[in-house]
Nanobody, 119 residues
Framework: QVQLVESGGGLVQAGGSLRLSCVAS????????MGWYRQAPGKQRELVASITSGGSANYANSVKGRFTISRDNAKNTVYLVMNSLKPGDTAVYYCDADLLYPNTGYHYWGQGTQVTVSS
């Protein structure tokens, strides 16, 4: 049973920083793209950043220059360092991963971690 478990969320003042982690475990063959999405109350879930197994990263315009995504393939872990946080970054942050197997692939979500930025 594959699981993605996020950690590192919390309450921080505007201008502060947080580091999110997401560990994938259970029956993993290989992982292609890993990423972070967020969903604020009343809004649709949106992509924050993604990273390929080779390390190529993609960011939403709203977080470029402030957030950094990275991964440790040996640990099946993806990180998101969030600097210069703004109240508008407040949301539930979800980790996702595309898992590859010899003849198929599956997409998984984590359970989410709350990030709250106070003004």
């Amino acid at each position: 049973q594959v699981q993605l478990v996020e950690s590192g969320g919390g309450l921080v003042q505007a201008g502060g920083s947080l580091r999110l982690s997401c560990v994938a475990s259970g029956g993993i063959f290989s992982i292609d793209v890993m990423g972070w999405y967020r969903q604020a109350p009343g809004k649709q879930r949106e992509l924050v950043a993604s990273i390929t197994s080779g390390g190529s990263a993609n960011y939403a315009n709203s977080v470029k220059g402030r957030f950094t995504i990275s991964r440790d393939n040996a640990k099946n872990t993806v990180y998101l360092v969030m600097n210069s946080l703004k109240p508008g970054d407040t949301a539930v942050y979800y980790c996702d991963a595309d898992l590859l197997y010899p003849n198929t692939g599956y997409h998984y979500w984590g359970q989410g971690t709350q990030v709250t930025v106070s003004s």
